[in-house]
């Protein structure tokens, strides 16, 4: 490819380039135009060449225009309402807003007190509702690209919308093998192997992300870590939050629980819910913590009997085909026994889980148990087969009707293959 032209030149004046993503560059300009005064930010794609690139920056300057906020950089200039050939490098100008990423803010200041972090978390839960009432969503949000305006409050700016797209865009179409989303927090949902990518619920799990980071100074990253803990499990809110009475740290705990859920319908469902809770959490004290103990068990019921009752709509299946496993004997002096499987309320996360027993005929004592189980993964559920510690993931699905006999087969596969590496015959 041929040089790329820079159609910015004689308009724009590069003072300096700004830190910057893989698919843009960013630097900090003047107008030559002796009218317009102040600084602006002049943000280029890096190649022209690929079509996807170059869909999404159109993307971008386009949710910018449609959408007119204070707490949302407006555009001055760009070249996206051309046709452009190949060659000719895209751009588009904002002004520069005067002030620090949040990133750099908590880098330098630490964590916020936590009518700080709320405040700020309502505001941006105000812009993400404009943003959703206009049918675009983010997909972005990470401290990186939330700015606080020196001379306005510290009042926070939303930035970056190159990952952003409307719901009802029907010429939109992301490949399944697209991962989206930043390791700020990684949402399942948008994941490469996922298909539900223009969720609202997505960005408002992303606010969550931020209150936890905004108090905690640290990333939440995963949902679950190798031990089955949530962000807020993995650090003691209570040392880290101090000077706040208990039962806000329980409302914390409860907010936390809900908002990182790995399945999208049981975290927040639209923003409402989530600023009612927040607000809540803010003017409580230990004077009414009775008025809210009853909040706090009817949150965690409500969470619970949902995730039991979709496990208990598709147990009747998960007992169909795992009870022929044991009729598929392939060694003659063993017994193959099954029990369950049930749903168990208690776990965390819930699921379903049972266990087979292979016993030798003649000796009678267990040789070998594998425990099967289905559990939430994202806008999934996983059926796995666990021998010891070794997870085998059998099976992603939606719904309970994708199962089916070759699920069947994968799971007597990998049982009676690992029976056989165990006692060293082969399977015949």
């Known amino acids: 490819m041929g040089k790329q032209k820079k159609p910015w030149i004689g308009k724009w004046k590069i003072e300096k380039e700004l830190s910057g993503g893989g698919q843009c560059d960013n630097y900090l300009v003047h107008s030559t135009d002796q009218n317009i005064k102040g600084e602006f930010v002049l943000k280029v794609i ?21 959408l007119n906020h204070s707490q949302i950089p407006q555009i001055v200039d760009h070249n996206c309402n051309e046709t452009p050939e190949i060659e000719q490098r895209l751009y588009f100008v904002y002004p520069y807003i005067n002030g620090l990423s949040l990133e750099e803010r908590i880098s330098n200041n630490g964590p916020m007190a936590l009518n700080e972090a709320v405040g700020l978390v309502v505001q941006l839960a105000d812009i993400l509702q404009f943003c959703h009432n206009n049918d675009i ?11 606080l305006e020196e001379n306005s409050d510290n009042a926070p700016q939303l930035i970056d919308f190159g990952l952003s797209a409307r719901d009802s865009d029907a ?42 980071y905004v108090l905690t100074g640290k990333y939440p990253s995963h949902f679950m870590d190798e031990e089955g803990r949530y962000p807020h499990q993995r650090v003691s809110l209570e040392t880290m939050i101090t000077g706040v009475e208990a039962v806000k740290i329980n409302l914390l705990k409860c907010f936390f629980d809900k908002g990182f859920q790995v ?19 803010t003017v409580v004290n230990d004077k009414t913590d009775n008025d809210y103990i009853s909040l706090i ?19 009747p299946k998960i007992r169909q085909y795992f009870g022929e496993i044991p009729n598929r004997n392939k060694f003659p002096n063993v017994e193959v026994a099954i029990s369950g499987p049930q749903v168990l309320p208690h776990w965390d996360p819930i699921c379903i889980a049972g266990h087979y027993y292979i016993t030798e005929k003649f000796e009678r004592k267990i040789t070998q148990t594998y425990m099967f189980k289905v559990y939430p993964n994202g806008i999934d559920f996983i059926l796995s087969i666990f021998a010891g510690k070794n997870e085998s993931i059998i099976q992603r699905f939606q719904d309970p009707t994708q199962l089916n006999e070759e699920t069947v087969q994968n799971i007597e596969d990998v049982i009676w293959k690992s029976y056989a590496l165990l006692i060293k015959k082969d399977i015949k």
């Open 263 to 281: 399945q999208l319908n049981r975290r927040f469902q639209d923003i409402e819910e989530l600023k009612e809770l927040l607000n809540k959490i």
């Open 297 to 315: 068990m009817s949150m965690a019921d409500v969470s619970k009997v949902k995730a039991e009752n979709e496990l208990k709509d598709m147990l």
């Open 171 to 212: 010429e939109l179409h992301e490949s399944g093998a697209m991962q989206l989303g930043n390791r700020f927090l990684y949402l399942p949902e948008l994941k490469h192997d996922n298909g539900n990518k223009r969720d609202k619920r997505s960005d408002i799990t992303y606010l969550v992300g931020i209150l936890f």
């Open 46 to 66: 890096k190649d022209s060449s690929k079509l996807e690139r170059r869909s999404r920056f159109y993307r971008e300057v386009h949710n910018y225009i449609a």
């Open 137 to 147: 969503v983010h997909r972005d949000i990470k401290p990186d690209n939330i700015i």
